[in-house]
């Protein structure tokens, strides 16, 4: 059974950061892109970040260029999104995906989610 757990989520300030974690089990890891995604009240699910399944080529939606980070280590089978300069409006649940080899910016592309972990910044 597949499992992506998230941790790290958390209640902060306005230019504070976050480190996600997502632990996977279930799958060989290492065979799989990783994604974050998030959801805001009232919003859709978005794409955040991305890595491909050796990590040597990442993808960040706009509005998180710069600030965000995705990273993987595989021989731990978890994925990492490092959140730096915090924003009000990064408040959302934040969701860990994975799918083989490739990444994909598209929410209908992952085959296995994680539960989410809530992020809410304060300004």
């Known amino acids: 059974q597949v499992q992506l757990v998230e941790s790290g989520g958390g209640l902060v300030q306005a230019g504070d950061s976050l480190t996600l974690s997502c632990a996977a089990s279930?799958?060989?890891?290492?065979?799989?892109?990783i994604a974050w995604f998030r959801q805001a009240p009232g919003k859709e699910r978005e794409f955040v970040a991305a890595?491909?399944?050796?990590?040597?080529?990442?993808d960040y939606a706009d509005f998180v260029k710069g600030r965000f980070t995705i990273s993987r280590d595989n021989a731990k089978n978890t994925g990492y999104l490092r959140m730096n300069s915090l924003k009000p409006e990064d408040t959302a649940v934040y969701y860990c995906?994975?799918?083989?080899?490739?990444?994909?910016?598209?929410?209908?592309?992952?085959?296995?989610w994680g539960q989410g972990t809530q992020v809410t910044v304060s300004s």
């Open positions: 279930g799958r060989t890891f290492s065979n799989d892109a």
């Open positions: 890595i491909n399944w050796s990590g040597v080529s990442t």
């Open positions: 995906a994975a799918r083989y080899k490739n990444y994909d910016t598209a929410v209908g592309d992952y085959n296995y």
